[in-house]
């Protein structure tokens, strides 16, 4: 009866982890996304300065959460993330607009699918 308690005990902690995981994950792509955004529509308004600033944000909110996500994400994953917002701040500084839409959406797919690879779903657990 002890194993069985223990068990269900050390199951109940790793599906509270994966919450817990699967919500902060979804926290900071969410802000991410934000910032993207409106770093987007301030590129399209020639606001590059503003738009930089903003792309400052995105990057030091990344880099704030580095080790946990080297902990607990692949880090091919974490690697592209972070290659897209350098290209990202590139074409800012270049101001280059057509290319930086691109990057912006790739990068935007990029998060979004760091979310729904976390995320506990059928298709995830099988």
């Not at 399209?44 to 600033?53: I, K, R, S, T």
């Not at 704030?64 to 994400?73: D, I």
């Not at 701040?89 to 912006?104: H, I, M, N, S, V």
Request: a negative charge; glycine letters at 8%.
């Amino acid at each position: 009866m002890r194993r069985l308690i223990l068990a269900a005990v050390i199951l109940a902690a790793v599906l509270g982890a994966t919450f817990w995981n699967t919500q902060r994950l979804n926290g900071l792509t969410g802000q991410m996304l934000s910032l993207i955004d409106q770093a987007g529509g301030q590129a399209q308004e020639g606001a590059w300065d503003q738009a930089g600033g903003t792309l400052e944000k995105a990057r030091a909110l990344w880099d704030e959460r580095s080790a946990y996500l080297h902990m607990t994400l692949r880090h091919a994953d974490i690697d592209a993330v972070t290659l897209s917002l350098t290209q990202l701040e590139q074409y800012t500084r270049a101001k280059d607009a057509g290319q930086w839409a691109l990057c912006a959406a790739s990068l935007s797919v990029q998060l979004n699918l760091l979310s729904e690879m976390e995320a506990l779903t059928l298709k995830n657990v099988l």
